[in-house]
């Protein structure tokens, strides 16, 4: 067993803490993530502590002693660098109310405790490193990263804090000086790097919050370091490094590509999807190709039994064999990087005006299919044919059908991508699958019923625009997102039967939400139109910048609308449908 230091622990007020140290974030901990519920919580603790007059504990701040000394020529100082093993987001966000104070007035804190020469007291990871030096240099660095926009946010919401502290007769001497000398927190040391990366993990499984993928970094770390002799260290470094930017960027292009999946907080994208969409591409290929002890592929699997029971069960029954475990980690590493890298290509597609872009954005691709998606972009192999089929299989069944079946088209097709990367095996075996769940005849029969809720009917609709008129502008992605769809003839009536051919209203209610009768229109247009029959519709229709629907008004006002009308239009976009996404 080799040699280690035992660790220390002692309690410091910030003046000590800061003493003599530089801190740097390593590259196993996450960027700077705190949100204003956090910075919130963390200025009313220090303005409930200074009215009390009591002291505020943060925490424990868990830092490793490097050999690595920095000396600043004039001021003849020297510091030592330190490790942030745990409690980046606090002393990040304790550095960031240290700068707002000097801002207000303070300017001595500035060498105290910011920058000193040229040495800034606080090295975050590499995606916050340079912005947070030229935002404490007053650079107004550009914020590329969600991450950065949050330290740039947290500057501003703590500068603004300590300006209404004074406009409401604060005394900026007193604040200053509790935030110094009233504001401990537990500093606790350790030497080795294995114990900093094991303290990592500990601290963090205790209720700290913390990602599957932050724990995935940290595992490897440690498993680099206790069985491989940190020979991939680097490695996982730079990769996770790659897949935290790739990941922000996967968040700002697809809320700027308006990628709903994304975008929309209620299906919960996170960056631990990465892992789990990885899983169903890598899992197979690890099975066949490394001798891993009991296990096997699970289309079920959770994110949470990604880290638990693959990666972690597959690293441990790889220990004793160190270049299997090294040729296991290097793999999984690697594949992983181009696996996310791909995913934030696609989201940089869904841009232009390409098919990926009607895929992501306009249908708005389920989740389910994300990992077919995302492997088949990661070998190389899409190409118009398997786009198309990808959209058929995602409207077919995942949208018109409304079920989640994933068993055969996971086992059978996605996790085999990276064993056998065959495109023309693959969209056979991704046609099967749609034909097993919604080939035409029951695609023609889901059609033909009640379809008003259902999710694809937008999409069919707007293509159908396109059908009819090549003209039409089918990228608007700003007018897709504003049209609704509109019942033509309303579903609360305003008149007597028998009318415009139906007989009662038991036949009315059974025509209302079928595709015939169904169109799109823009929202303020639609609020206008209301419950109106359809000659009243048509003035309204007739402005519309959805041509289908422009013309649909006039062809109201001259030849009138009625039941059989439903079922003829009915019957023409089932007809599109069967061609436009055909097997």
């Known amino acids: 067993m080799r040699e280690t230091t035992k660790p220390s622990a002692h309690t410091a007020e910030i003046t000590e803490l800061f003493a003599g140290k530089v801190f740097r974030v390593p590259d196993y901990q996450r960027a700077y993530s705190w949100e204003r519920e956090h910075w919130e919580d963390f200025w009313n603790d220090i303005k409930e502590g200074l009215t009390t007059q009591t002291r505020h504990y943060w925490g424990t701040i868990t830092l490793r002693k490097t050999s690595d000394h920095l000396y600043d020529e004039s001021s003849a100082r020297t510091f030592t660098r330190y490790d942030v093993v745990d409690g980046q987001q606090r002393l990040t966000t304790i550095y960031l109310f240290l700068l707002a104070l000097a801002r207000a007035g303070k300017q001595a804190l500035i060498s105290s405790y910011i920058k000193c020469g040229d040495i800034y007291r606080i090295e975050l990871g590499n995606l916050n490193k340079g912005f947070l030096e030229a935002l404490v240099d007053g650079k107004g660095p550009p914020a590329n990263f969600k991450t950065n926009r949050r330290l740039k946010q947290a500057l501003e919401y703590l500068e603004n804090q300590v300006r209404a502290y004074l406009d409401g007769g604060g005394d900026i001497d007193a604040l200053t000086k509790y935030v110094q000398a009233s504001t401990i927190a537990l500093e606790f040391q350790v030497a080795d790097e294995n114990l900093a990366i094991k303290a990592f993990q500990s601290l963090n499984d205790r209720g700290k919050d913390l990602t599957l993928l932050d724990k995935a970094k940290s595992f490897l770390m440690f498993y680099s370091s206790r069985y491989l002799g940190s020979e991939l260290s680097s490695n996982i470094n730079e990769i996770f490094g790659d897949v935290f930017k790739n990941y922000d960027f996967i968040e700002e292009t697809g809320e700027r590509a308006g990628i709903e999946y994304i975008r929309n907080p209620r299906y919960r994208f996170s960056e631990d999807e990465l892992l789990r969409f990885f899983y169903h591409y890598f899992a197979q290929y690890a099975v066949e190709t490394y001798p891993l002890v009991d296990m096997g592929y699970d ?116 996790s085999r991508i990276k064993t056998n990367p065959d495109p023309i095996e693959i969209q056979r075996s991704i046609k099967r699958f749609v034909e097993q769940f919604m080939g035409d005849t029951e695609f023609q029969m889901y059609l033909s019923r009640s379809v008003y809720r259902n999710p694809a009917v937008k999409y069919i609709l707007w293509e159908f625009e396109k059908h009819q008129d090549p003209s039409f502008d089918e990228w608007n992605f700003a007018l897709y997102d504003d049209v609704q769809i509109e019942h033509i003839f309303p579903e609360e009536r305003t008149f007597n039967f028998p009318a415009y051919g139906f007989q009662d209203e038991r036949e009315y209610l059974d025509n209302i939400h079928r595709l015939g009768n169904l169109t799109l229109l823009e929202e303020s247009v639609n609020k206008r139109v209301g419950n109106s029959p359809p000659p009243d519709k048509a003035p309204h229709y007739q402005r519309s910048r959805v041509p289908g629907t422009k013309k649909l008004g006039f062809d109201i006002s001259n030849v009138g609308f009625n039941r059989d009308d439903v079922e003829e239009r009915g019957e023409q976009i089932i007809d599109f449908c069967l061609q436009r996404w055909k097997l």
């Open 299 to 414: 289309y079920t699997i959770s994110t949470e039994n990604v880290f638990r029971e693959f990666l972690k069960k597959s690293c441990t029954s790889l220990k004793s064999e160190a270049d299997q475990l090294s040729a296991f980690m290097y793999d999984f590493l690697e594949s992983f990087r181009r696996f996310v890298e791909s995913f934030s290509q696609l989201t940089k597609k869904a841009k232009e005006n390409t098919p990926y872009r009607k895929l992501l954005t306009f249908l708005g691709l389920s989740a389910t299919v994300y990992p077919l998606l995302i492997s088949l972009e990661s070998e190389g192999l899409i190409d118009n044919q398997l786009l198309e089929m990808i959209e058929t299989l995602d409207l077919r069944v995942y949208k018109v059908r409304g079920t989640d079946p994933r068993a055969d088209l996971y086992r059978n097709t996605i």
